[in-house]
């Protein structure tokens, strides 16, 4: 059984909760709020294609290397099969250790690439990052938003998401940053 006291501390907490929820509500619906898909961003930007194409120029020569290099591995064990049965047992056996030795080498260069490709490409994308972050916030400060979401949104209105307007934004403010630069 409720006393008054407590009738009366509930119905003030109740009064005050509603109160609460509806400046909360007010103040929402004043709020200019945007969302940005910034995988979407990312893909589509100027400076993700300059990146890309930075990259590839970069490792191109590397990765024409080892491709040559397993391609030369490949014939040397084609040869070793075709001609094995013919073979003396000591060429047999140095043109295997030949051919294990360059799959070695070749293997050990691939993985080189692949590590400093990964390392390249980190580097680019945590720059891109940042720069696409001053972007989106420089927007927003210019189009009046007070809070942009980005990742953990499970559903935003297309009439929330700026991720088209800010794309078109970043192309029309930097067409120099398309192009990549020079090695």
């Given at each position: 059984?409720?006393?008054?006291?407590?009738?009366?501390?509930?119905?003030?907490?109740?009064?005050?909760?509603?109160?609460?929820?509806?400046?909360a509500?007010?103040?929402?619906?004043?709020l200019?709020?945007?969302?940005?898909?910034?995988?979407?961003?990312?893909d589509?930007?100027?400076?993700?294609?300059?990146?890309?194409?930075?990259?590839?120029?970069?490792?191109?020569?590397?990765?024409?290397?080892?491709?040559?290099?397993?391609?030369?591995?490949?014939?040397k064990?084609?040869?070793?099969q075709?001609?094995?049965?013919?073979?003396?047992e000591?060429?047999?056996?140095?043109?295997?250790?030949e051919?294990?030795?360059?799959?070695?080498?070749?293997?050990?260069?691939?993985?080189?690439?692949?590590?400093?490709?990964?390392?390249?490409?980190?580097?680019?994308?945590?720059?891109?990052?940042?720069?696409?972050?001053q972007?989106?916030?420089?927007?927003?400060?210019?189009?009046?938003?007070?809070?942009?979401?980005?990742?953990?949104?499970?559903?935003?209105?297309?009439?929330?998401?700026?991720?088209?307007?800010?794309?078109?934004?970043?192309?029309?403010?930097?067409?120099?940053?398309?192009?990549?630069?020079?090695?």
């Open positions: 059984m409720m006393t008054p006291m407590t009738r009366t501390t509930l119905s003030c907490a109740l009064v005050a909760l509603l109160a609460f929820a509806a400046a509500t007010a103040e929402a619906q004043a200019k709020i945007g969302f940005v898909n910034f995988g979407r961003l990312l589509e930007s100027p400076q993700a294609k300059a990146a890309q194409a930075t990259l590839e120029a970069e490792f191109m020569p590397r990765q024409r290397d080892v491709a040559a290099q397993r391609k030369s591995l490949q014939e064990v084609d040869k070793l075709k001609e094995a049965a013919v073979m003396s000591a060429d047999r056996l140095r043109a295997e250790r051919a294990r030795d360059l799959e070695l080498n070749v293997n050990r260069r691939f993985n080189e690439l692949q590590e400093d490709l990964n390392l390249r490409r980190n580097e680019e994308v945590g720059k891109m990052q940042r720069a696409l972050l972007e989106v916030q420089a927007y927003a400060r210019a189009n009046g938003y007070q809070l942009v979401v980005s990742e953990g949104v499970l559903f935003a209105a297309e009439g929330v998401d700026i991720t088209p307007q800010l794309v078109a934004a970043i192309k029309a403010k930097a067409p120099a940053a398309a192009t990549p630069p020079k090695p």
